[in-house]
């Protein structure tokens, strides 16, 4: 069984960028997690989708971050424009369940180095 | 303020040693626990849940559970180089809009 998979594994931007990372989760999931990790933050949520809805829009990051599920095997995580501040490694997690406790399967993340 | 800490920040273990790790949540609305592990350049991997009071083994971890104080501990006896990582510490509500909240983890460094 594929795990998630995350692409591309590194980015590297330009300040004031777009840029697209891309993620599908385990077939057959049907919550899927966006994170950012830093050293200084540990992980930090910036969207959930339970079935393709949003159920939680990460606050702080609504500004310039924007997850989509464009279907149940397909998100993508824009970050517009990009920031220096921004560069960190961006993780992808999906699970299976009704409850939200479910033990989540991550992808090997996206390193973004934003110069 | 964290709602899930986790301490020690890091932690050296001999090779074969026991390594304890501790996590303390200030929201009392927290009922649902996990561990994970992250090996360096992978995502983490879940490595065991426990949702009720008392201790939960599987192999050579164990996890235990205080709801009361909410506090979970994780102990790995007989530590091998393959448990050299950073261990998180994650919790969950009833509410299902939330999903999980993550400590900033413990670094286990395991050394021959």
């Given at each position: 069984d594929a795990g998630v998979t995350q692409t591309p594994r590194h980015e590297v931007a330009e300040k004031g960028q777009t840029i697209?990372?891309?993620?599908e989760p385990v077939s057959g999931h049907n919550d899927l997690f966006w994170y950012r990790?830093?050293?200084?933050?540990?992980?930090?949520?910036?969207?959930?989708?339970?079935?393709?809805?949003l159920m939680e829009d990460g606050g702080a990051f609504k500004d310039r971050f924007k997850a989509e599920m464009l279907n149940s095997s397909f998100s993508t995580l824009k970050i517009?424009?990009?920031?220096?501040?921004?560069?960190?490694?961006?993780?992808?997690?999906?699970?299976?369940?009704?409850?939200?406790?479910?033990?989540?399967?991550?992808?090997?993340?996206?390193?973004?180095?934003?110069? | 303020q964290q709602k899930v800490q986790q301490s020690p920040e890091s932690l050296s273990v001999p090779e074969g040693?026991?390594?304890?790790?501790?996590?303390?949540?200030?929201?009392?609305?927290?009922?649902?626990?996990?561990?994970?592990?992250?090996?360096?350049?992978?995502?983490?991997?879940?490595?065991m849940s426990i949702f009720s009071d008392g201790d939960k083994?599987?192999?050579?971890?164990?996890?235990?559970?205080n709801k009361a104080s909410l506090h979970v501990s994780l102990h790995i006896r007989d530590s091998q180089p393959s448990d050299s990582a950073l261990?998180?510490?994650?919790?969950?509500?009833?509410?299902?809009?939330?999903?999980?909240?993550?400590?900033?983890?413990?670094?286990?460094?395991?050394?021959?």
């Open positions: 697209i990372l891309k993620c990790q830093t050293k200084i933050q540990g992980l930090e949520l910036l969207s959930y989708f339970r079935s393709k809805s517009q424009p990009t920031e220096p501040k921004d560069s960190a490694v961006y993780l992808c997690a999906s699970s299976f369940g009704t409850n939200n406790y479910a033990e989540q399967f991550f992808g090997p993340g996206t390193r973004l180095t934003v110069l | 040693g026991m390594a304890s790790l501790n996590c303390t949540s200030s929201d009392r609305n927290f009922q649902y626990f996990w561990w994970y592990r992250q090996h360096s350049g992978e995502g983490p991997k879940a490595l083994k599987e192999g050579r971890f164990t996890a235990h559970l261990y998180f510490c994650a919790a969950s509500s009833n509410n299902y809009a939330q999903g999980l909240t993550f400590g900033l983890g413990t670094r286990v460094s395991v050394f021959p």
